[in-house]
């Protein structure tokens, strides 16, 4: 029906492979042909190394062929295809027809071409299809992991289903170009992973191999060739997740990741079941279950897509499961689980027995896990106990103190109250001083003071002290105000602004800055101020064009009102103060008047009044030595 050609690695187009023939590559390394793999009459194409005797590669793993009529063959349209008794079952690709010289080869490195050859000396001329663009199970060196960025293909490995069934299977080893690492996954979920490649090296894979990574716009790939080019290296991915070479030594033992640890390269899962701890796993062991009662359960899953993996997975997120096995023999798939407490294992110590069983090992580190559990529970709770308690004084206490200063600040509110209907007159001293007896203050409202200041803008904001910002207002009467607004945080309480009203109140002096009233609305403070247009001296002092302002008669002015506040203050006022940050505020007429709009009302004055003096007198020239000797006898009176 077809014709068989003797060709030893190569079909030419019309030639055919059956199952009882097969292609050898040019020195015998690598083979072609049908295998059969279970008792179904079907088989698969397959190329296996002779040294070592193993399958590497697999044309239809997911598609059977019937056996014994299973073909290969290359057509006279240059079609390279698998057929058997029902038809075409797989092609493979069919080459250009205006093509000529297409060949199908099999060569020394393993890997199987449909090429177009030279005519005189049979160099290849262009490759149409190459089985290494399609691993299954193995990577051989020259194979690529990664993804054609042109067509869209992936490169990867898929481990058989079981050790005897060649189709896909759970586990996959791929290449992750961004991470730059390779990673082994069970259903899309990361097992393993090599560690992103730093330094010429894989962090979790020994420096056996020489790497190459590629990547550009078409694709991102990884590949290697063996360091040892004396001894064959084929990476095969198992069933179970481990990836070893066919070198003898293991690359990666995904099958010893559980989800909590890490050594190896082992990654942390995201869903772990609460009942596994770290240090727990499966064995394998011989000997069979007896059950002890009637209480537990002995579980089958038909399933013949299940693989070991699968049960493992399974048992591992039942807390009720003590082991596992494959449920057929034939093909090791399907599974059977053994769950509940009343199952006794008989372990077969002589091996004598020929069941083998996957247990669950508890790790020793959990065995005292209830005692330790209850002991940590009994101290958490009494530490939460005596917490609670010390929370609950703590809030008992502070509710004392908030009741004692509750009350402390409506008594004090109603004495600022009392104090604004009374009209006790100020020290008799101050109608001898300013030739003027002191107003009233008053009581503003909270919504006139928000009119005034046009609701605390930032553009009428005068400055900031410690206890709160200064902003200036306009009365519906046109009168100027300044108003101290203060701070909730600045730690001054009614009490403390209580003292600092009735201080301010008891100084009424011309060349002290007035204090008009005060506004009290839920927890604002404000203290309403005569407002001072022409700001602080300094503010002339210091610029080389107000200053200009200053002559000398305007400048003895000054010098005179600082004084005469000094004189109040220290002599008739008998107000106890500090001195800093005082402010020398001028009205519209530079009248001087002293000030403070920040940390408190009266604060250290002596170190600045004799600074600003002495500036206020170096640009003048005296015109006498008696003028001199007055203005020097003023500053040590100051």
Request: hydrophobic residues 35%; charged residues 20%; neutral net charge.
């Amino acid at each position: 029906m077809w014709t068989y050609t003797a060709a030893r690695d190569t079909l030419k187009p019309g030639d055919t492979l059956n199952s009882t023939s097969s292609l050898c590559s040019a020195k015998g390394k690598f083979c072609l042909g049908f295998i059969v793999y279970d008792s179904l009459n079907s088989s698969q194409l397959t190329i296996w190394s002779t040294t070592p005797n193993s399958q590497l590669w697999i044309a239809s793993r997911d598609m059977h062929v019937l056996y014994p009529t299973g073909v290969l063959t290359l057509d006279k349209n240059k079609t390279l295809k698998i057929m058997d008794q029902g038809g075409t079952r797989l092609e493979l690709c069919s080459a250009p027809k205006r093509t000529s010289n297409v060949v199908a080869t099999l060569l020394e490195s393993g890997n199987f071409i449909l090429q177009e050859v030279n005519s005189v000396d049979g160099s290849t001329t262009q490759v149409f299809w190459q089985s290494f663009d399609y691993p299954t199970d193995t990577l051989m060196p020259g194979m690529k992991l990664g993804v054609n960025h042109r067509n869209g293909h992936v490169w990867s490995l898929a481990s058989w289903l079981t050790e005897y069934n060649p189709e896909t299977g759970p586990f996959t080893l791929e290449w992750d170009p961004k991470g730059r690492e390779l990673k082994i996954k069970r259903r899309g979920v990361v097992y393993w992973t090599s560690g992103a490649f730093t330094s010429k090296r894989f962090k979790q894979i020994m420096m056996r191999y020489n790497v190459s990574i590629v990547s550009n716009e078409n694709e991102d790939y990884f590949t290697y060739v063996a360091l040892n080019q004396s001894s064959p290296s084929q990476w095969l991915l198992t069933s179970t997740g481990r990836l070893y070479d066919f070198g003898g030594f293991d690359i990666a033992r995904a099958d010893n990741c559980y989800g909590y640890n890490t050594d190896g390269g082992c990654q942390r899962w995201a869903e772990k079941p609460t009942c596994r701890h770290v240090g727990d796993t499966f064995e394998l062991k011989n000997g069979f279950f007896r059950l002890t009662s009637s209480n537990s359960t002995f579980l089958n899953d038909s399933d013949t897509s299940l693989s070991i993996s699968d049960c493992k997975d399974s048992c591992w997120k039942n807390c009720e499961c003590l082991g596992f096995n494959f449920l057929f023999d034939i093909d090791q798939t399907g599974c059977q689980f053994w769950t509940g407490m009343n199952w006794e294992f008989i372990q077969d110590f002589n091996g004598d027995s020929t069941f083998s069983f996957y247990l669950l090992k508890k790790s020793p580190l959990n065995h005292g896990k209830h005692k330790g559990t209850w002991i940590g529970i009994g101290i958490a709770a009494a530490a939460l106990l005596l917490m609670v308690l010390c929370i609950v004084c703590y809030l008992l206490r502070r509710r004392k103190f908030t009741l004692s200063g509750e009350n402390e600040t409506k008594i004090i509110e109603n004495e600022l109250l009392d104090l604004m209907k009374s009209d006790r007159p100020t020290d008799s001293n101050a109608l001898q001083n300013d030739g003027t007896m002191r107003h009233d203050l008053s009581v503003f409202s909270y919504a006139s003071v928000m009119a005034a200041t046009c609701n605390f803008s930032p553009e009428n904001k005068l400055g900031q002290g410690g206890f709160g910002p200064v902003y200036k207002g306009k009365l519906l009467t046109g009168q100027e105000i300044a108003v101290k607004r203060l701070s909730k945080c600045s730690g001054q309480g009614t009490l403390e602004f209580k003292n600092e009203l009735v201080l301010i109140y008891e100084l009424q002096h011309k060349n002290l800055v007035k204090l008009f009233g005060f506004c009290i609305h839920g927890e604002e403070r404000m203290l309403i101020y005569e407002y001072m247009p022409n700001k602080s001296l300094d503010y002339f002092l210091f610029d080389s064009t107000r200053v200009m302002l200053l002559d000398w008669k305007k400048r003895f002015s000054i010098i005179e009102g600082i004084a005469q506040g000094l004189l109040y203050l220290h002599k008739y006022s008998r107000v106890r103060h500090d001195d800093g940050n005082a402010c020398f505020a001028m009205d519209k007429s530079l009248e001087l008047a002293l000030a403070s709009h920040s940390d408190s009302v009266l604060q250290p004055l002596s170190s600045l009044f004799l600074f600003q003096i002495s500036e206020l007198l170096r640009a003048k020239s005296y015109n006498s030595y008696t003028e001199f000797i007055a203005v020097a006898a003023t500053i040590g009176l100051l």
